[in-house]
């Protein structure tokens, strides 16, 4: 059985898909599954942000075929890791999670980085290409620990 990984961010529109596309691409579909999410539902069946997108195209990453939607209850016994991107989300995908074995499973993506210091994944929405790229960087950095730790895991059990 893979490994199921979700990422959420707020829209579901600009980190959470880059951060879906950059750790697939570093594991194969027997190995990990990866999947994302909003905790808005503002842009539910749409696209990636076109900065997204171009962003990942510029690394050889076609994100474009995913479709926004919203978390929901079914994604805490579905996935075993929930990967959020700053400290908001984490209050929001708390607050409805169903049971104490969801709540464990969520934790703030930088912290596999720098443990224990919640920094976030700036919110690139309002910025410019150049804050795309900078996510773009930070999640394919974080992505590579988390792949590797799935890796290894995989290996010992
Ligand atoms: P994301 O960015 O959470 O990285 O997808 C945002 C996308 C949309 C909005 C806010 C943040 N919005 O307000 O619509």
């Not at 464990?104 to 690139?124: A, C, R, T």
Request: charged fraction near 20%; charge should be negative.
């Amino acid at each position: 059985m893979p490994t199921k990984v979700l990422m959420v961010c707020l829209g579901n529109i600009c980190r959470s898909p880059l951060a879906e596309g950059i750790l697939q691409s570093k594991l194969s579909k027997d190995i990990c599954l990866v999947d994302s999410a909003g905790t808005g539902n503002w842009h539910a069946g749409e696209a990636p942000d076109k900065r997204s997108i171009a962003a990942a195209k510029n690394h050889g990453l076609d994100i474009s075929q995913q479709r926004c939607r919203q978390i929901k209850q079914s994604d805490f016994s579905n996935f075993d890791y929930i990967y959020v991107m700053d400290n908001s989300n984490y209050t929001n995908v708390l607050a409805i999670a169903p049971s104490e074995t969801s709540k464990s499973k969520v934790k703030v993506i930088l912290n596999e980085l720098h443990p224990n210091q919640n920094l976030e994944v700036p919110d690139p929405y309002w910025g410019n290409s150049n804050d795309f790229e900078n996510v773009y960087q930070i999640l394919d950095e974080v992505c590579e620990v988390i792949a590797q730790q799935i890796k290894s895991k995989k290996i010992t059990v």
